[in-house]
């Protein structure tokens, strides 16, 4: 019988739901698991939705003070969902309590913060990682397997995007539970660390560490209404940015993010190009990974079209039969699956909080670079 | 807070998988409910199989005779997951019972056995529905609502497939847990019970009657090891079938199934062509929805690929945000989540056991039509 | 320097400017032919538009009696691309006075006709072909190299669609210059003779020959004004028509051809199902080439994409680079080319009118079993 | 009857070839034209090889002079298709000598020679054009009319990339007739003025002029046999080019352009994302336009993909019927057509020397930010 790691889960917004699912899913998909995932208590400052939220999925019991949940023996984990400007200090206590810590991305407003949320918890020995989820896709997690088999060779190009067109319309507000990623106190910045850090998370995991960058930043809408002061505030995020960088074996990138791009919802999208072969996937067509390899024969070579739906697929032995899809959701269930499993042995599961600091370094620089309009070593 | 309904599986196999993920779901992602599914037991013959479903999946208890199961006053509802040799006699018992039923598709060996469930289920009055899952994919639920807005007009073709390539080595063995579908004797039909009855179902929902077809079987490999003799034997089964057939509407259907098509895993594509507007779809990009119409401009007309994920589109403000793709799985919860919610109002359930037996009846004259090579009245 | 191979074209119409075209280009772009074609007569009853059509392409002179361009010592080669109710009585004619002959598909008004054709030019023992000029798209040239060198293994499955829309409109009339081919006394027949017949002159290329059919043909609109009487006469062709079909080697086949198929214009789509691998190809994408091949390993396992631009490939070393595009017209220099080539040798130029004849056979029996509800031995 | 515009074709390479087809199309299929190319004569050093050119193409006569070229009275226009660092001196003494110059892309090997030739273009007021021909391929040309039509609203960003694979083996040399664009003397720059100057060409076209740049430039192989002196001589040129930039419009840039890009051969895309609606196209598939547009319902809100084959269609009434595909090689018919239809009114026709100048200022601009690693003002 499996021993059960207690959750207590800090927020109950989109990502509460999406890590819950995935708490409640992992002992169905994976009983080989030596853990299974408890949800032992849901908190947030305000009683009344917490409790709902606590009663709707399933936790045992719910805090309305994060405080107070950290100082329960019967939590060995904690799962910090709630917005940038508040994972710090939940952290760092976490570590300082000696829970187990699962964060939402990314890691922190900046790199200083970053760093001290990593000395306490390393400096505390806990099991720890960041929702990078995106890695688990298992498209993503193929295009890691073909590129550390050596199936690319030297890679020369890297570009990746995330495109999204919800905050077209001036009339989208800033702050409050619903728009607090428009609002930089709560966010620190906008597609920056919100959707361009996952493309940077991915790609240092299959590309390596990034140099240098030179970025260009925008906002196009410059005041908005602030939903909880309920005045006309300045806008302080970044609504787009893009920028260039050599990473360290010698390829060269390109990233772009948006907010502002018609027609395109969760649109992330990479491209690898290798001497032997090149690789594409992206979000919206998520069970597909696009493979061009030019040691096909003149005849018959061209992109292929992947559908990872089969056994030997990464995670996909777990699920359906072939040529049936999972979804957005399963990449959670995939990161909790493998943080239980690496309790098992010890290991860290990544991302882990050191390996998001280095993303929060790419982010850092890349707004300093859109600032100051210069290159910027990371 | 809502009320239980308990839910006893027979069977515990792919579909068994399925159907449990899909009850465990619910509650988290429809809230709003008054019913919500209880896991009550497991059954099946195999005591040490059944009971490791059961712990797994977090069955309460577990059964290994359907009839006891049937006795019990704690079971509300039971779910039929096992061959289709198996359906007649376990709906006709659990209607007499009193007990609703979900009955995975086909719903019967033929048209006669089917006959005999309907009588059954209706004198019992119990509630009821078949399997027939895709049609509350959302993006086949939106094709229906499209076609039922008048968008398309006056329909002139229909035509669908479902390909798949599993069969094709001829160490494929027949009978058994894992390839009974490949024995006559528990399958009554190869593809066309198995694959085209679920284009079929889908395609009268959408497009109405069948009026007659004119079908062509065939079976590839003849004989085949079977799994439990462990004998070489004849197979029975058709490995593929298409077929010709008019609508009651005046419009022309083409259907083809096999499994025999390599490079497909389920490729299950419908296209519908009316007068002023078609549709097409494919289970392996489920999330999308192909829909050209007339109307557009000459200068923009086009196909336009629309990604279900935006919740104004079926089921989906369920789900996670707009971009967000789901999976194959989900069409199992919306049906419970119809089911249920349809419990409150006593509405029967599309498609109900009456709904399944046309779709049978079409099976049946397909059939019969090719091993005849005649034309057949449904 | 080349030799000169003297043009005399009969009709001015769309097929009539694809193969001038054609004429035209061959000796930019197939320089070592040692035969060149010369336009050296253009032929058609009203002599103002022969006249025109003449001067705009830079035919030498012009006729307006065919019998009177048979005649001439200084025409090699005729080209007829007129209606197919006049095929049989030119090409004939042609025959007896010599001419080597292209004669635009298909072959006949039907297998009666086909036969004397076949007979009238084997006997005279004159070059000929007829215009199926898909067989050289590039794309599809490579299909059959593919499946000559073995690389599909056993065949299952051939499934070919033809579908357009331009006859939705009641409005469009029939007969005339623009609208012939709705007239069945000029046409024979509707989508099997102008549609279908590509689709199975490509099969029978790729796959091998017919053994009989199923057919199921609908006139949608059952009376149109006619362009020539101005009156409202009953609709004699076919405005949709689908059969399946047994091939020699075992495979199955599946065709549908309509002019009803809201959002396609030319969608000339073919699809073939190896043991080893399959095909599939589409006009509206005529520059590609999918294909699975069942022996790339389980992990990169996919539809490849292959664009069909290198000069690897068929024909394409004779136009652009890598990456570029070529369009329908090609297939039509194409094929000229390839007729001037086996001047050079003798050898005939496939299809053959005694091919186009077994493709008529198929259309006949496809027409017959359509009116007869009955399976046809072609 | 129409009046001869008699040209002299300096160089016979690739586009020697593509712009003789060009002239000898127009006026089969656009005779209502006024002026008709004629080939007078065509001119290159080697005296055998231009004269097997002359022949092949039809060129009356040849040269070896382009200087004895420019004296002849019985040349009207004259085409410059030779390497970029030959363009200035050919197109200013054209230019004295009274001919009209249509030049090959791009238009100088910088600005400072550019504006030279622009002076003497102008100067002596003769009509010009650059070849930078995407603009004519009629998805291009729709979406010039639907932004110029106010259907995409403010623009927020244009992406266009460029990609192509043919110099990752260290075996391709540089210089010398098949390879001079890998050579700087020859070709002044890489990627940047053979590639990225057709994206920005359009780019400038559809969403106006570029304020400034930042860009980063790589040469991957830095030596190669240089295949004229035979010797491994450092490689000048850059490999690839990627750049952030804004448009003076408010708008965001981003371009890139490679040659190691494997699996692309040329890959030109674009896409522009305005508040209303979003447009993307590529060579590969062009053909088509995809187009997104935020007006449609949201239930079937989705990108379309317009297949650009309908007489409706910028150019495509001249060409064949429905869904049939036109070729890359008619981008250059159109805008030799355009340039023979605009000299019936004097107007100029685009893009002019003078326009093409402006795309050289950005090139500029680009390999200087490349260089200096700053933002440059355009």
């Not at 400007?85 to 922190?108: D, S």
């Not at 361009?196 to 995991?205: E, G, K, N, Q």
């Not at 240098?212 to 505030?233: C, G, I, N, P, Y």
């Not at 993010?257 to 996937?281: F, Q, V």
Request: aromatic share 10%; proline share 3%; glycine share 8%.
């Amino acid at each position: 019988m499996s021993e059960p790691i207690r959750i207590g889960m800090i927020g109950y917004g989109f990502m509460g739901r999406a890590h819950t699912n995935a708490y409640k899913r992992v002992p169905d998909f994976f009983p080989e698991l030596k853990y299974r995932p408890v949800l032992q208590a849901a908190c947030a400052r305000n009683e009344e939705k917490v409790k709902a939220f606590a009663e709707q999925w399933g936790y045992a019991s719910h805090e309305t003070d994060w405080r107070d949940l950290l100082k329960r023996d019967d939590i060995d984990a904690v799962d910090i969902c709630v917005p940038n400007n508040l994972h710090k200090e939940m952290a760092i206590a976490a570590a300082e309590a000696g829970k187990m810590i699962l964060c939402e991305k990314p890691l922190a407003m900046n790199v200083a913060e970053g760093k001290e949320m990593c000395d306490a918890i390393e400096k505390a020995g806990v099991a720890n990682t960041v929702w990078y989820n995106y890695r688990r896709i298992p498209a993503v997690s193929l295009a890691k397997q073909l590129i550390d088999d050596g199936r690319l060779g030297r890679i020369y190009h890297y570009r990746s995007n995330f495109l999204q067109d919800w905050t077209i319309s001036e009339d989208v507000p800033q702050g409050g539970a619903a728009t607090w990623r428009l609002d930089s106190a709560a966010a620190g910045s906008g597609v920056t660390g919100d959707l361009l850090a996952h493309c940077i998370d991915t790609a240092i995991w299959l590309n390596g560490s990034i140099v240098d960058v030179s970025a260009m930043t925008e906002t196009f809408v410059k005041q908005r209404l602030h939903a909880e002061t309920q005045q006309v505030q300045e806008v302080g995020i970044d609504d787009a940015c893009a920028f260039l960088c050599h990473f360290d074996n010698g390829s060269l990138g390109l990233f772009e993010s948006t907010r502002y791009a018609r027609g395109h919802k969760a649109l992330y999208t990479l491209e690898i190009n290798g001497e032997k072969a090149s690789l594409r996937w992206d979000l919206h067509d998520l069970n597909r990974l696009d493979f061009f390899e030019h040691a096909d024969g003149p005849e018959t070579r061209g992109w292929r079209t992947i559908h990872i739906t089969e056994g030997e697929m990464p995670y996909m032995d777990k699920w359906w039969v072939p040529g049936l899809c999972i979804g957005y959701e399963h990449s959670f269930v995939h990161q909790v699956a493998d943080f239980l499993k690496n309790l098992e042995s010890g290991q860290p599961t990544n991302p882990t909080f050191r390996d998001a600091l280095e993303t929060q370094a790419v982010c850092d620089a890349v707004l300093k670079s859109g600032a100051d309009r210069t290159w910027e070593t990371v």
